[in-house]
């Protein structure tokens, strides 16, 4: 959590446009510091601006984030710094696949969405994803998923699914962003397997 707050704090530091200056971006750990000593709610008085990207899953008016904060005391805006695009895709594979693998809901949104048709053909394939969000996504969609890694990062989440099946010789493929982190394809790679990696969204 901390470490996601000084990155928020890096990339805001050289916006200089109006809107910007009209915030205040706290962080935890100085929080008690500038609290006023009359004051009963955490965060009473401070207005903090979210640049996280909200997710379809969650609320419109306020995500779970957003109602801890409002909950302390705080006055939230949420204003996000990038977007996920979705690419229209004219795609149908032309292997037999064994794995689709997806690293975020990002991806199963844009991949169930962009390449519609293209799912049927893959029903044979089985599903492996990172993190139970992802699951879950997938799930909702009526998809059956073999493999969740409990590793967020791309080679981590690689590594474990190598040591959980034998992944030599197998054709998966990866729908992931345009800024998607190479190292899984790398490890998959590593260990045998053929990847081919499918951009199903941007991030910009």
């Known amino acids: 959590m901390r470490r996601h707050y000084f990155y928020y704090r890096k990339i805001l530091k050289d ?13 935890p750990p100085f929080v008690p510091f500038a609290m006023p000593p009359d004051v009963n709610s955490p965060l009473a008085g401070i207005h903090i601006l979210v640049t996280r990207l909200q997710s379809d899953a ?5 995500t779970p984030f957003e109602a801890h904060l409002n909950a302390w005391g705080a006055h939230v805006s949420h204003v996000p710094l990038v977007e996920v695009a979705l690419i229209a895709l004219d795609w149908s594979p032309t292997n037999a696949y064994d794995w689709v693998f997806f ?39 009526g998809g059956k998923v073999a493999f ?3 590793r967020y990062d791309a080679q981590s989440a690689a590594r474990s699914f190598c040591e959980t099946f ?3 010789g197998q054709m998966i493929l990866w729908p992931c962003g345009n800024l998607a982190n190479p190292q899984l394809a790398h490890t998959l790679t590593g260990a045998g397997a053929l990847v081919v990696p499918l951009t199903v969204y941007e991030t910009r």
């Open 15 to 27: 916006f200089r446009t109006p809107i910007c200056r009209r915030f205040t971006l706290v962080f």
């Open 58 to 62: 969650e609320p419109a008016d306020e």
């Open 103 to 141: 690293t975020s809901k990002n991806a199963v949104r844009a991949f169930y969405e962009s390449a519609l048709a293209a799912c049927a053909l893959l029903k044979d394939a089985q599903i492996a994803v990172v993190g139970p969000v992802t699951a879950e996504a997938i799930s909702s969609r």
């Open 148 to 150: 969740v890694s409990s």
């Open 166 to 168: 034998d992944v030599a």
